[in-house]
């Protein structure tokens, strides 16, 4: 069983369409489905084409994460970081049919670390409005809950 650093936090279930809606399969938009990558401890959200200005894509993703903190540790505060990655596919790379970018060509572009309180009273809950910088605006509503469920005794 493999431990994490102390205060890192792990995805380890991803909470798919299946789960919540079937709406969300519908959707034309989505280039790449959401994932979870173990080597990098992240999550990524589904990839849509971005078509048009104020244009709307419902992503409904739900991911879900393991948090280790020791006795000792100090501090009633967990930080999230949201990267917002980008690979270029223009309309005429569209319309001549090119496979789209593969995943591992996205470039993160701007970046956004939030902080959550009250972790350590072991539950709780908050809406995080993500938004980016101005060269890059786009607004993304994140729900974050937390609860302490566990609780073990190592040796050190």
């Known amino acids: 069983k493999k431990s994490l650093p102390v205060g890192e936090g792990m995805p380890y279930y991803l909470l798919n369409e299946k789960n919540i ?15 979870i990558s173990d080597s990098l401890r992240a999550f990524y959200s589904k990839t849509f084409r971005v078509q048009y200005v104020d244009q709307e894509v419902e992503l409904e993703d739900a991911c879900l994460f393991r948090f280790e903190r020791t006795a000792a540790s100090r501090g009633d505060t967990c930080y999230l970081a949201l990267e917002l990655l980008f690979a270029e596919y223009n309309s005429t790379d569209y319309a001549m049919r090119k496979e789209y970018p593969p995943q591992e060509d996205f470039e993160n572009v701007s970046m956004k670390w ?7 009273q072991g539950h709780g809950s908050g809406f995080y409005p993500a938004t980016f910088d101005d060269s890059h605006f786009c607004l993304l509503d994140i729900m974050i809950h937390f609860m302490l469920i566990d609780y073990q005794f190592r040796q050190t």
């Open 114 to 120: 939030y902080t959550v309180n009250r972790f350590n």
């Open 21 to 35: 809606h079937k709406r969300v399969s519908e959707n034309k938009k989505i280039v790449y489905p959401s994932k």
